[in-house]
């Protein structure tokens, strides 16, 4: 399967943990990006990544989160005292070089927090 | 500010028949949509994408029509079948300038296909 991969595909953690999820992106694509997405809402941009450097931060994405794609392959993001609030599905895209609006998705991670 | 919203939350067609799916914009600037495809538990799919220098896109049964003057846009389906049974979004980048790939997503309308 040469798709975009999130792991794992669900997550149930207990409030003040941290987390952390993978995406490993198609292989071609050099732009990354994390959103969320809520139950009957559409995904909201949380940040992307041009090969290893991150280059948009939403607001959204307060200091408890933290992203990374050391390599400009596989990102990880990371949330650090859960809050129940953070309770969404994660969701990686990645998009081709010269088609950064043409996004691939992952299937996404399901967090809860208790 | 710009934003992108739907008329409907949910939408239900019989087998055969073609659905509308309409998304309102507010933002003049805009020059590029996007409607994705967001079936149960999967990620979403892109569909089709159009540029303000066009009226309308056709794809493969789907067609993507973009009214300027009330900034409207909808996606049609034609001969809808069960497996086009998802949440549709259109999305859209939140500047004309913006070249990072950051999309903004309306609420979505969800589909229904009855056999």
């Known amino acids: 399967d040469t798709g975009v991969s999130q792991d794992p595909r669900h997550k149930i953690t207990k409030r003040g943990q941290n987390v952390t999820f993978r995406c490993d992106p198609i292989s071609e694509h050099n732009r990354l990006y994390w959103y969320r997405q809520t139950l009957g809402q559409g995904p909201e941009f949380l940040t992307y990544?041009?090969?290893?450097?991150?280059?948009?931060k939403s607001r959204l994405l307060s200091d408890r989160f933290s992203a990374e794609r050391p390599k400009g392959s596989f990102s990880t993001l990371e949330i650090q005292r859960t809050e129940q609030g953070d309770s969404a599905m994660y969701l990686c895209?990645?998009?081709?070089?010269?088609?950064?609006?043409?996004?691939?998705f992952g299937p996404g991670t399901r967090l809860t927090v208790t | 500010g710009e934003s992108v919203g739907l008329h409907l939350p949910t939408l239900s067609v019989q087998e055969g028949d073609n659905s509308i799916i309409n998304c309102a914009y507010s933002?003049?600037?805009?020059?590029?949509f996007i409607w994705y495809k967001q079936e149960s538990g999967k990620g979403p799919q892109f569909i089709i994408d159009?540029?303000?220098?066009?009226d309308k896109r056709q794809g493969q049964r789907v067609t993507v029509l973009l009214n300027k003057t009330v900034k409207h846009l909808s996606l049609q389906i034609a001969a809808t079948q069960p497996g086009d049974s998802a949440v549709y979004f259109c999305?859209?980048?939140?500047?004309?300038?913006?070249?990072?790939?950051?999309?903004?997503f309306g609420q979505g309308t969800e589909l229904s296909v009855k056999p």
């Open positions: 933002n003049s600037a805009s020059d590029y």
């Open positions: 895209a990645s998009s081709p070089r010269m088609m950064a609006y043409e996004q691939y």
């Open positions: 999305a859209e980048p939140p500047g004309a300038d913006n070249q990072g790939g950051k999309l903004i």
């Open positions: 990544f041009q090969n290893e450097a991150q280059l948009e």
């Open positions: 159009i540029r303000s220098n066009m």
